[in-house]
């Protein structure tokens, strides 16, 4: 796993973990990463300072560490999601259609779209995005 920095053309950055170095020229070259903010597809690489990597068990246990801060992280963003915005399933789409033309009260949702339906919204200019979803530990 490698640890890349981007931005996007509007000029926002991000990290990304890829499998490899090629995994991630071949992804940004087929535009298939998109910017968390704004769902921008022009993304490339940031400069970066080198990272020296530690050998043998540190390096293990650095991986872990890490690995267990950003599943912290991931699960206070699912509850602070869950907690101020309403679930509105497989209708996530059409929800969001409402909300922007102003068919419905503007308020914070989430749910399931394909990646067919992301695509659309983000070509009608719909900001929404993506956000890995961990199980509930307590399931």
Partial sequence: MILFELNCSQGHNFEIWF???NTADRQLSRKLVECPTCGDHKVGKALM???I???GEAAAANMTVMAKNMREQLAEVRRKVEENCDYVGDRFADEARKIHYGETDARGIYGEASEEQHRELNDEGIEVARIPWLPNEDA
């Fill in 19 to 21: 499998k490899d170095g």
């Fill in 49 to 51: 300072a080198p990272r």
């Fill in 53 to 55: 990597g530690k050998k």
